[in-house]
């Protein structure tokens, strides 16, 4: 599996930016996908998840309202479309995707429950 994610860059505080994430090396659609975050001097932390159906999504309280998680079934490709942007939200973004498959509604949120990464996306956020 594969994952190469891209989108990331410099932006003002309150602008906007969206991520993709291709995948390949597997039936996409079969599988919840996941992203992530890493700032600097900090921890990988959880951000936002998505079914393999797309019918379900799930956000980290720092985010919720910000950003949307979304999915392309068709293009392998999964999305973070970031608003409102804020300092804070400065990391490499990771996308992730889970070595099993899920139920069509399910997610995971634990950074451990997923097993493919891709090369992560600087994300920087000026104030």
């Known amino acids: 599996v594969q994952l190469q994610a891209s989108g990331g860059g410099l932006v003002q505080a309150g602008g906007s930016l969206r991520l993709s994430c291709a995948a390949s090396?597997?039936?996409?659609?079969?599988?919840?996908m996941g992203w992530f975050r890493q700032a600097p001097g900090k921890e990988r932390e959880f951000v936002a998840a998505?079914?393999?159906?797309?019918?379900?999504?799930y956000y980290a309280d720092s985010v919720k309202g910000r950003f949307t998680i979304s999915r392309d079934n068709a293009r392998n490709t999964v999305y973070l479309q970031m608003n409102s942007l804020k300092p804070e939200d400065t990391a490499v973004y990771y996308c992730?995707?889970?070595?099993?498959?899920?139920?069509?509604?399910?997610?995971?949120?634990?950074?451990?429950?997923?097993?493919?990464w891709g090369q992560g996306t600087q994300v920087t956020v000026s104030s």
């Open positions: 998505i079914s393999s159906s797309a019918i379900s999504t």
């Open positions: 090396g597997r039936t996409f659609s079969r599988y919840c």
């Open positions: 992730a995707a889970p070595g099993r498959t899920s139920l069509s509604g399910a997610y995971y949120i634990r950074e451990d429950e997923y097993d493919y």
